[in-house]
């Protein structure tokens, strides 16, 4: 495990974003894992600019979205497809049928999931997967639990992540109490992992995911098992790490 710790969030963008345009860069046909929340903003904001500086090219890039709402309308200004489309897809050449994200409007769930997981074996394998780290330990969608779903499924979420999320919504009602999420199997399965967590309100967890016992009460620590994990922080994240 690789773990930088940064003294601002301009830098830790910067790097972040430059791990994803380096592996664009050196596989201009890689698949891209990618998450939402407010810590990649950012970081998207770097690679829209870079791209836009005509550096790279998404055009042969893949893309899965870690997970999405249930039953929470695509168009809706809070759903995962529309803050990709806002943060990232729309600024940049990304084809449309080359990027995914679970649908949480099917009427079948349970083969969303599954048609979910068979593209993404057709794919190949991730190249690159970032993501974020919950308060609870949760990495996409799966929630801390007594035995952790290898592929996509559909979670109930946790009250810590409703809370989290609430400050998205205009009440703590309103946020989707379910989401599609890529299971925990997938996404060790990816080569790469770069884990990104901000803020001095993850520094308890960060120091469980990364310094703690592996276990599934706590599903980032699960990637303390991966060959490949780079880990970015800001210092105040980095504050319970010696
Ligand atoms: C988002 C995701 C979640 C977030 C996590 C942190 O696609 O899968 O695991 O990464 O909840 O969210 P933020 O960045 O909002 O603190």
């Excluded at 190949?124 to 997967?129: A, K, R, S, V, Y």
């Excluded at 009460?217 to 319970?240: F, R, W």
């Amino acid at each position: 495990m690789n773990i930088l710790t940064f003294d601002s969030d301009e830098k830790l963008n910067e790097a972040a974003a430059n791990i994803i345009i380096g592996q664009i860069q050196t596989t201009p046909r890689a698949v891209l894992g990618l998450a939402t929340g407010g810590t990649p903003v950012g970081i998207y904001k770097e690679v829209v600019r870079d791209f836009q500086r005509g550096m790279f090219s998404f055009r042969n890039v893949t893309t899965f979205n870690l997970d999405e709402y249930v039953n929470l309308p695509i168009d809706h200004p809070e759903s995962y497809h529309s803050y990709m489309n806002t943060h990232l897809f729309n600024h940049i050449d990304l084809p449309a049928s080359q990027c995914h994200i679970p649908d949480g409007n099917a009427s079948d769930t349970a083969a969303e999931c599954r048609r979910y997981d068979e593209s993404i074996e057709l794919s190949g394998q991730i190249d690159l997967q970032l993501l974020g780290l919950g308060h609870n330990g949760h990495i996409g969608f799966n929630e801390p639990a007594h035995a952790l779903i290898k592929g996509t499924h559909v979670v109930d979420l946790a009250e810590e992540t409703l809370e989290a999320n609430a400050r998205f919504f205009d009440s703590i009602d309103d946020v989707p109490k379910q989401a599609l999420t890529m299971g925990v199997g997938t996404i060790l399965k990816a080569k790469k992992i770069l884990l990104v967590v901000k803020g001095a309100d993850k520094a308890d967890i960060v120091h469980r995911a990364l310094k703690g016992p592996i276990t599934t009460d706590c599903p980032a620590s699960l990637l303390q098992t991966h060959p490949n994990l780079i880990v970015l922080l800001d210092s105040t994240a980095a504050g319970k790490l010696s």
